[in-house]
């Protein structure tokens, strides 16, 4: 930015690209690994494998094995009305209760503001698989557990006796299926049980001698606090099917039409392919004409014949085709051979294969090891091997025509996850795309545009008849459903009308990254343009000149009223002109791309953007949170929402706002 004013760069020819040059590293013969010693006794501590709809989340256990799998459109609920015809009367009360001075009357007000709560991304079920007795007995020492961040390929190994018994575990987007290999070194050594369940209403039964097929419902309205209310929709309804081949020579046995009994094989693979009778955020469930069953056999049938090599390359040239576009090189080592400490980072073509590098010191350490290790020996290649597993996690739950990632990615155990595992708009979300541009994984972020859409069409409403304004607005959480409403609950967190204007300024960073023109026309700007009517309406006439918002709050952050109370409610946070100055300067770029800045919302947003108040420090020397210098209660508070400016904000820069900086340096320094 130049004063102000973005900067345009032409997009680079693919001449320009970088290339991968030569690296000289005697020890890169280890691919980049997430390593375990032994099985998970924690969720967290199970590996995440996706495709970006279809999860798992492998334990690696011995005598007994759980994969958690997930889909990406399984939730709780129907479409839903997101307007409140009440919250105009009520928003005149908060704001002259604000006008006032009366901060903790105004939050106790905005309560009247709130809605109902998201939906609740829900699980799919478990492949389960118990071998025998004698698994119990394994080798000590010949245990590992790893995720070939590489080929996106979990393996578990571990010997019995003589025979060692190998798992590979991978979620193809080619396939759209999560395929498991079980094999053995010793021929016929293999038997094993395998079953599906699930914690959702649901069938399973056998299909056959080698398949079983799972039918089940969602709650079709998220489980409330209190018992008896009858009523109760139709839910989305899903399937899944589990396919079983061995070698010549295994013997498969249906079991009570429940599960599959493998005995005497070399080797055994499980395909999973599931479906759900999802179709958008606007089309009740039971109005759906999916179904899930037979699109799962068909989705099964497309990808019998191929073998499990077959499927392996497929996957492979997809996932590297993205992960292989960026390496990262800190060191060559830890701290005991760190060389003159340069940093080294290269992008490269997609369809480039660029060598493997090591990020592990020994094969025998652990990563948890190595995390502990980390506090002492400040290792770079796991910094390299932290960044290179976040660009595997958006790959790997963010694809081109699947659900935006949601709180946990695609990743889910339970019926009633933490904060719904809804995508929150006041951070979450947006952080599980910051990597997509920078680490060169624009596709990735195609799902989130779509979301946009969705939340344009129904925020429209919410603006409408909640604000008596145009344009659409969304606030801090949503869910499959596209809702735009505020939460349920109090003002601290619910009444915050900026998630969509902040999702907003993801659509002009993948313009500035790609130069698409068509993209910006056709996609960005009109989303831009409803954003901006919404932010001018929204607006109003402060004292002193400036425009302000009020009610404001700073996201989940409590302030000391004058009077003593606490409140969160007040006017023109930080946060929220942050946000507004990013959109405007925005939409008048984009604009002038377009040929569009003798429109007359142009003029409307270059006038405001004159008359937003600046950011202010506070008398510690700090970045003020709100606009008045209140007292904070919890300065060591997780969110640092007032710093939007600098990131992922523009706005504050060492070269044009130095003093800015420096009290952006005191701010941090405070929340540590």
């Given at each position: 930015?130049?004063?102000?004013?973005?900067?345009?760069?032409?997009?680079?020819?693919?001449?320009?690209?970088?290339?991968?040059?030569?690296?000289?590293?005697?020890?890169?013969?280890?691919?980049?690994?997430?390593?375990?010693?032994?099985?998970?006794?924690?969720?967290?501590?199970?590996?995440?494998?996706?495709?970006?709809?279809?999860?798992?989340?492998?334990?690696?256990?011995?005598?007994?094995?759980?994969?958690?799998?997930?889909?990406?459109?399984?939730?709780?609920?129907?479409?839903?009305?997101?307007?409140?015809?009440?919250?105009?009367?009520?928003?005149?009360?908060?704001?002259?209760?604000?006008?006032?001075?009366?901060?903790?009357?105004?939050?106790?007000?905005?309560?009247?503001?709130?809605?109902?709560?998201?939906?609740?991304?829900?699980?799919?079920?478990?492949?389960?698989?118990?071998?025998?007795?004698?698994?119990?007995?394994?080798?000590?020492?010949?245990?590992?557990?790893?995720?070939?961040?590489?080929?996106?390929?979990?393996?578990?190994?571990?010997?019995?006796?003589?025979?060692?018994?190998?798992?590979?575990?991978?979620?193809?987007?080619?396939?759209?299926?999560?395929?498991?290999?079980?094999?053995?070194?010793?021929?016929?050594?293999?038997?094993?049980?395998?079953?599906?369940?699930?914690?959702?209403?649901?069938?399973?039964?056998?299909?056959?001698?080698?398949?079983?097929?799972?039918?089940?419902?969602?709650?079709?309205?998220?489980?409330?606090?209190?018992?008896?209310?009858?009523?109760?929709?139709?839910?989305?309804?899903?399937?899944?099917?589990?396919?079983?081949?061995?070698?010549?020579?295994?013997?498969?046995?249906?079991?009570?039409?429940?599960?599959?009994?493998?005995?005497?094989?070399?080797?055994?693979?499980?395909?999973?392919?599931?479906?759900?009778?999802?179709?958008?955020?606007f089309t009740m469930p039971s109005d759906s004409k999916k179904d899930p069953t037979s699109d799962s056999l068909n989705a099964l049938k497309s990808i019998k014949t191929l073998s499990y090599s077959d499927l392996?390359?497929?996957?492979?040239?997809?996932?590297?085709?993205?992960?292989?576009?960026?390496?990262?090189?800190?060191?060559?080592?830890?701290?005991?051979?760190?060389?003159?400490?340069?940093?080294?980072?290269?992008?490269?073509?997609?369809?480039?294969?660029?060598?493997?590098?090591?990020?592990?010191?020994?094969?025998?350490?652990?990563?948890?090891?190595?995390?502990?290790?980390?506090?002492?020996?400040?290792?770079?290649?796991?910094?390299?091997?932290?960044?290179?597993?976040?660009?595997?996690?958006?790959?790997?739950?963010?694809?081109?025509?699947?659900?935006?990632?949601?709180?946990?990615?695609?990743?889910?155990?339970?019926?009633?996850?933490?904060?719904?595992?809804?995508?929150?708009?006041?951070?979450?979300?947006?952080?599980?795309?910051?990597?997509?541009?920078?680490?060169?994984?624009?596709?990735?972020?195609?799902?989130?545009?779509?979301?946009?859409?969705?939340?344009?069409?129904?925020?429209?409403?919410?603006?409408?008849?909640?604000?008596?304004?145009?344009?659409?607005?969304?606030?801090?959480?949503?869910?499959?459903?596209?809702?735009?409403?505020?939460?349920?609950?109090?003002?601290?967190?619910?009444?915050?009308?900026?998630?969509?204007?902040?999702?907003?300024?993801?659509?002009?960073?993948?313009?500035?990254?790609?130069?698409?023109?068509?993209?910006?026309?056709?996609?960005?700007?009109?989303?831009?343009?409803?954003?901006?009517?919404?932010?001018?309406?929204?607006?109003?006439?402060?004292?002193?000149?400036?425009?302000?918002?009020?009610?404001?709050?700073?996201?989940?952050?409590?302030?000391?009223?004058?009077?003593?109370?606490?409140?969160?409610?007040?006017?023109?946070?930080?946060?929220?002109?942050?946000?507004?100055?990013?959109?405007?300067?925005?939409?008048?770029?984009?604009?002038?791309?377009?040929?569009?800045?003798?429109?007359?919302?142009?003029?409307?947003?270059?006038?405001?953007?004159?008359?937003?108040?600046?950011?202010?420090?506070?008398?510690?020397?700090?970045?003020?949170?709100?606009?008045?210098?209140?007292?904070?209660?919890?300065?060591?508070?997780?969110?640092?929402?007032?710093?939007?400016?600098?990131?992922?904000?523009?706005?504050?820069?060492?070269?044009?706002?130095?003093?800015?900086?420096?009290?952006?340096?005191?701010?941090?320094?405070?929340?540590?």
């Open positions: 930015m130049e004063d102000g004013e973005w900067v345009l760069v032409r997009k680079p020819a693919e001449k320009d690209f970088w290339n991968p040059t030569s690296m000289d590293l005697a020890d890169t013969s280890k691919p980049l690994k997430v390593t375990f010693s032994g099985p998970a006794k924690h969720w967290t501590d199970a590996i995440p494998i996706g495709n970006g709809r279809l999860g798992a989340m492998v334990w690696g256990g011995i005598a007994s094995e759980t994969l958690q799998l997930n889909e990406d459109t399984l939730w709780t609920g129907v479409p839903g009305d997101y307007t409140n015809p009440e919250a105009p009367a009520a928003l005149a009360e908060v704001r002259k209760l604000v006008d006032n001075g009366d901060y903790a009357e105004a939050t106790k007000a905005a309560v009247k503001l709130s809605d109902h709560p998201s939906d609740v991304y829900q699980l799919l079920g478990d492949i389960k698989l118990e071998f025998d007795e004698s698994h119990v007995k394994y080798t000590e020492g010949t245990y590992s557990r790893e995720l070939d961040l590489e080929t996106a390929i979990a393996r578990v190994k571990y010997s019995v006796g003589d025979v060692e018994f190998m798992r590979e575990h991978f979620a193809s987007n080619p396939g759209q299926v999560i395929v498991t290999k079980i094999s053995a070194s010793k021929p016929g050594s293999l038997s094993f049980t395998v079953s599906l369940d699930s914690k959702l209403h649901h069938h399973s039964q056998a299909n056959g001698q080698n398949q079983i097929i799972l039918q089940g419902s969602c709650p079709g309205k998220r489980i409330q606090p209190k018992v008896g209310l009858n009523e109760n929709p139709k839910g989305i309804q899903f399937t899944a099917v589990l396919d079983l081949q061995v070698s010549q020579g295994g013997v498969i046995h249906n079991i009570d039409d429940k599960k599959l009994k493998v005995e005497g094989s070399d080797w055994a693979v499980l395909l999973l392919v599931a479906s759900s009778s999802f179709d958008g955020p392996y390359a497929h996957h492979l040239d997809d996932y590297q085709n993205l992960f292989h576009r960026v390496s990262l090189q800190l060191s060559k080592s830890s701290k005991s051979n760190l060389g003159d400490g340069s940093l080294e980072m290269k992008e490269v073509k997609s369809s480039t294969k660029i060598s493997h590098i090591s990020k592990s010191n020994d094969g025998a350490v652990s990563t948890a090891e190595r995390v502990k290790s980390f506090q002492t020996d400040e290792d770079p290649s796991f910094v390299e091997l932290l960044f290179q597993y976040g660009r595997y996690l958006l790959i790997s739950s963010s694809r081109p025509g699947t659900q935006v990632s949601n709180l946990q990615g695609i990743w889910n155990k339970d019926i009633e996850p933490a904060w719904d595992c809804a995508p929150h708009l006041n951070i979450n979300l947006q952080m599980n795309y910051w990597p997509s541009l920078p680490c060169n994984l624009k596709e990735c972020q195609e799902p989130l545009f779509d979301f946009i859409s969705s939340l344009a069409i129904n925020g429209s409403k919410t603006a409408k008849v909640n604000y008596e304004t145009s344009g659409w607005v969304a606030h801090q959480v949503t869910d499959i459903w596209a809702k735009t409403s505020p939460d349920r609950g109090e003002a601290v967190w619910a009444l915050w009308p900026m998630g969509g204007a902040w999702l907003c300024t993801h659509l002009w960073e993948q313009f500035t990254y790609t130069m698409d023109k068509d993209f910006l026309k056709n996609k960005a700007y009109p989303l831009l343009e409803g954003c901006t009517s919404f932010l001018l309406d929204w607006l109003i006439e402060g004292p002193g000149g400036y425009l302000e918002t009020n009610p404001s709050t700073s996201p989940e952050h409590m302030f000391v009223a004058p009077d003593g109370k606490p409140a969160s409610v007040s006017y023109s946070s930080t946060m929220d002109i942050a946000i507004i100055r990013e959109v405007f300067s925005e939409i008048v770029s984009a604009a002038e791309v377009l040929g569009r800045k003798d429109d007359a919302l142009i003029g409307k947003v270059r006038e405001a953007l004159a008359k937003l108040p600046p950011t202010k420090i506070a008398r510690d020397g700090s970045i003020m949170e709100w606009a008045v210098d209140f007292q904070d209660p919890e300065v060591h508070h997780r969110h640092v929402s007032h710093l939007f400016g600098l990131f992922p904000g523009h706005t504050i820069t060492v070269e044009k706002t130095p003093d800015l900086c420096k009290a952006v340096d005191f701010t941090l320094f405070k929340r540590v």
